[in-house]
């Protein structure tokens, strides 16, 4: 069975920072593309940042660029995000979900999500 | 980046009736890479439809997406009372890959 299991998250004042792990098992992890996705409360989805399987290529919404960073350990099937310079807007669960292997799929597995609280 | 508009927000329908919920795209989603997403509350998503018109693993026959370039359809034939909850449509062909707003789909 296919299981993403997210943890880090918690409550951090602004301008503060976290690191959230994403702890994959029941698939071959190091042949699947990964990403963050976050959903501030009773709002809508909103993507942050993808990693190739390799780890070799990341992108970033801009909410997210030059703030955040994407990695992977494929030897330890974790995926992780480093947050920094966190703002309240950046306030939201923050969801791991797997996108598959050929470059172009849909978000097939999904972790229960991580809440973040930027307050001060 | 591509900005992806669902309407209506709300639509308030029995269990039975059809639903016909829409995504539209500012540019040409790169080869149909638009899926469906369903949440409920408090729950992660899930995907539904896949390449605009693909249905993901043991998602029921009465979800069926259609739909190209720029305006996408998500129809429940016959809705049922699990299927009561929020849609999210999504592109994934081009980064940023882009969230819609969403529906929700209320009892009415």
């Known amino acids: 069975e296919v299981q993403l299991v997210e943890s880090g998250g918690g409550l951090v004042q602004p301008g503060g920072s976290l690191r959230l792990s994403c702890a994959a098992s029941?698939?071959?992890?190091?042949?699947?593309?990964m990403n963050w996705v976050r959903q501030a409360p009773g709002k809508g989805l909103e993507w942050v940042s993808y990693i190739s399987a390799s780890g070799t290529t990341q992108y970033y919404a801009d909410s997210a660029k030059g703030r955040f960073t994407i990695s992977r350990d494929n030897a330890k099937n974790s995926l992780y995000l480093q947050m920094n310079s966190l703002r309240d807007e950046d306030t939201a669960v923050y969801y791991c979900?797997?996108?598959?292997?050929?470059?172009?799929?849909?978000?097939?597995?999904w972790g229960q999500g991580t809440l973040v609280t930027v307050s001060s | 980046e591509m900005v992806l508009t669902q309407s209506p927000g709300t639509v308030s329908l029995s269990p039975g009736e059809r639903a016909t919920l829409s995504c539209r795209a500012s540019?040409?989603?790169?080869?149909?890479?638009l899926a469906w997403y369903q949440q409920k509350p408090g729950l992660a998503p899930r995907v539904l439809i896949y390449g605009a018109s693909s249905r993901a693993t043991g998602i029921p026959d009465r979800f069926r997406g259609s739909g190209s370039g720029t305006d996408f359809i998500l129809t429940i034939s016959r809705l049922e009372p699990e299927d009561f909850a929020m849609y999210f449509c999504?592109?994934?062909?081009?980064?940023?890959?882009?969230f819609g707003g969403g529906t929700k789909v209320e009892i009415k």
């Open positions: 540019h040409t989603v790169s080869s149909n890479y």
């Open positions: 999504q592109q994934y062909g081009t980064s940023p890959f882009t």
């Open positions: 029941g698939f071959t992890f190091s042949n699947y593309e």
């Open positions: 979900a797997s996108s598959g292997y050929s470059g172009f799929d849909p978000f097939d597995n």
